[in-house]
């Protein structure tokens, strides 16, 4: 962080300034918002939730939940950019890596952009049960993982990595950080997808060595972070990103709905008994998750016993309101939203990606149901 900028909200707005002017771009090229990451990156918000002792804001889950979702409403691919880097630099804080006493400032000074390098091709969305392999060999540890999925590949400074424990017992998880640059961590694919299309989430393979030290947590206490930590963190702001985008498309269609006009009949769209319904059951859902994304960021905040459910629940909520509110506003500006005319299919297409990232949504609900009903989650 510079030091210049410590107001969160003048941050972020110089932020969105420039994620506004090159989103568009962003999405139909499908190229990294490399700009609007260089202003996260001045403007001290990669280190928002990260204590001060280490130069970061000291925000908590609330202030996080707010910065995300109106970056998404900006550019889903600048928020998710975003959120994977807040995620990896709380793992990172949750157990600092004894031979990299550097990382966590240089996080949260925006020196270093991170991410989350989880999902495997072998065991796809289930995170939690890596079948990559870490194994010990003095003070040195060998990971060898196929990453499905890593936001940021070949951008991010710094790879938060699961693998097998070198524990050896089988379903035990270590975490590792690793600089790119690290000799075999290499990007092994390109990535084009349906929405966030600026995010650069490819595959990505990783043969590399490593000291010991560069583990995050104790041996085979990947698992208690991931659940502790990356979980309610990454599902705050995975639900934010469904809401920024669901508020984008819902206030496109509004504003759409009262001035597209029906000349012959000399009255609005929103003349129509019908389209007044969609937008509403629009309004009344965005309301809604927005009210139940504050109450989880709070009770996160200020843990209790309704903790777990509130995480387990808002991902998979907001996932599925941002698929039918960003539907519904595609339904209700018609060919004016197909093409192209509104801001609405991107975020659209943006939309579809929240209930396929892991946890996804239908993992989520049946955790959800676990948790409520007595049993145990895995
Ligand atoms: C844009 C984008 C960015 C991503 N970025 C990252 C990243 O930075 N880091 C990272 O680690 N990963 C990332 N991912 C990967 C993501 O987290 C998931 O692992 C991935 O989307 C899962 O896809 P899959 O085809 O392997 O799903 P599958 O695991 O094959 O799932 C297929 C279907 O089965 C359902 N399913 C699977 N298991 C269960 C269950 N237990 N209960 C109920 N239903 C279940 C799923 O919900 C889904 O509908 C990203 C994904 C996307 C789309």
């Not at 002792?53 to 925000?59: N, T």
């Not at 929405?195 to 560069?214: F, H, K, Q, W, Y």
Request: aromatic letters at 6%; one cysteine or more.
């Amino acid at each position: 962080m510079t030091g210049e900028i410590v107001d969160i909200s003048q941050a972020l707005k110089q932020v969105l300034e420039v994620a506004a002017e090159h989103a568009e771009r962003v999405d139909t090229e499908g190229v990294f918002p490399a700009e609007a990451v260089a202003a996260l990156r001045h403007s001290g918000l990669l280190g928002l939730v990260l204590p001060a002792e280490v130069g970061g804001m000291g925000a908590g889950p609330v202030e996080f939940t707010d910065v995300v979702a109106e970056l998404a409403a900006t550019c889903g691919s600048t928020a998710m950019i975003y959120l994977m880097h807040t995620a990896a630099a709380v793992t990172v804080a949750a157990a600092p890596p004894p031979c990299m006493p550097e990382l966590l400032p240089a996080m949260a000074s925006g020196d270093s952009l991170g991410t989350l390098a989880f999902s495997e091709k072998g065991s796809r969305s289930h995170f939690w049960a890596p079948v990559s392999t870490a194994v010990a060999a003095g003070d040195a540890v060998k990971v060898r993982a196929e990453k499905s999925w890593v936001t940021s590949a070949d951008y991010a400074d710094v790879y938060v990595v699961s693998a097998g424990s070198t524990s050896g017992v089988p379903g035990e998880v270590d975490l590792y950080a690793i600089a790119a640059g690290t000799p075999g961590l290499a990007v092994a694919g390109t990535f084009s997808g349906l929405g966030l299309r600026g995010n650069a989430s490819s595959p990505m393979t990783i043969d590399v060595s490593l000291p010991s030290e560069s583990r995050i947590g104790a041996e085979a206490a990947g698992f208690g972070v991931m659940m502790e930590t990356v979980l309610p963190w990454f599902n705050l702001g995975n639900a934010a990103v469904s809401l920024g985008l669901a508020v984008s498309a819902n206030s496109a269609a509004v504003t759409h709905v009262g001035t597209a006009r029906l000349e012959h009949l000399d009255q609005a769209l929103n003349a129509l008994p019908t389209i007044r319904a969609q937008i509403a059951k629009m309004g009344i859902a965005l309301a809604a998750q927005r009210a139940y994304l504050r109450a989880a960021a709070e009770s996160v905040s200020s843990p209790d016993d309704t903790t777990m459910t509130h995480v387990l629940g808002v991902k998979a909520s907001a996932n599925d309101a941002a698929l039918a509110i960003t539907e519904s506003a595609m339904r209700v500006c018609g060919g004016a939203a197909f093409s192209k005319h509104l801001p609405i299919e991107r975020a659209f297409r943006d939309a579809r990606a929240g209930s396929v990232m892991a946890p996804t949504a239908d993992a989520l609900y049946d955790f959800y149901g676990k948790a409520v009903t007595g049993l145990p989650l895995f």
